[in-house]
């Protein structure tokens, strides 16, 4: 993992983690993703937007461990502050395919989180995925990707990518995936400390919402943008003062906001070059580095 282990990043060191799970207990890792661009390129009839998106997993991930039970419940054993624990995903995901599957094990639910909150890095959507993936073996499930995808939709947009597990062209809501073979690449990515609620950006009515869809072949060009981006800046005005400092830097192959926002991130094919550039935040700035995946680290499990 190549995240810097400097005052501005939100790495734990691995002692720290260490503590956070009991002893022994294997761990699973929930990776954040990057919108590489995100087109708006219509409505469907219940409001939900078409999209066109490219996925990009990276190496800065939360952490989840399972204890199965044998008496059907299903318990976060550290809640996220500020968020009650049946609205935590991992806990509506176990839910979800204890209920479908019409199994009766339960499980005790150990979620460390690195990955910022409401970010547009997909964090809840990744903790849902590891969720499903990993308690679709322990509970003897065993149903295919596509099965476990389309469970993952009732969860969220964005679920069913972490699921699938490549790096993807998506389109429709975010589940119709196009696997996409992306060059090595490292990110700086900030973190502004402002939250904006997919559903608001969404609902916005500045939004374009016409873009007009590009082929798979348009992206390995280089085209694409994010349409959330400008209204985003607008919502929340520190989204643009910091998408310009990364405009500024040198070496960079693609500068964007990710998802609905407001995590914003600069693309580089060296690692160097990334790191010179992570050196030169700000003091008032804050944010990490982190290496492009070539697929979700639980593709095989
Ligand atoms: C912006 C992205 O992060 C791009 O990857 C995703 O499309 C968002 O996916 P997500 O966080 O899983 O979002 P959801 O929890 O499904 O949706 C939250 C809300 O955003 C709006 N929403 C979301 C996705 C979409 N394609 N169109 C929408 O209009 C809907 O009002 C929805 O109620
Ligand atoms: N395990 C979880 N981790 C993070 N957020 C969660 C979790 N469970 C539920 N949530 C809720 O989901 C919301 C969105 O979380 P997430 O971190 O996935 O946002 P995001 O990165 O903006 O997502 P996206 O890119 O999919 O729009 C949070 O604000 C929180 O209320």
Redesign the pocket.
Known sequence: MLVIDIRKTLKLNSEVEASLFPSGLQTFPAPA?L?LF?H?VG??AD?????Q?T?RFIDFSDRLAFTVRSDGIIKVMNPLSDLPEVDNLCTRAAKLLRDRSGKTLGVEIYLHKQIPMGG?L?G??SDAATTLIVLNRLWGINWDRARLMMLGLE?????P?FIYGENAF?E???EKLTQLALPPAWYVVLTPPVHI???D???CKELTRNTIPIKISAFSMGAGHND?EPVAARMQPIVGDWLQWLKQQPGTSKVGM???GACLFAEFPEASSALKVFERIPVDMCGFMAKGLAEHPLLHF
């Open positions: 993703k919108n995100l708006v409505r469907r409001g939900y937007h078409l999209l998106t996925f547009g997909g809840g959507s969860l969220g947009a964005d679920v990518v998506a429709g809501v975010g609620l997919t559903a950006i969404f609902a959330l990710s998802g609905s």
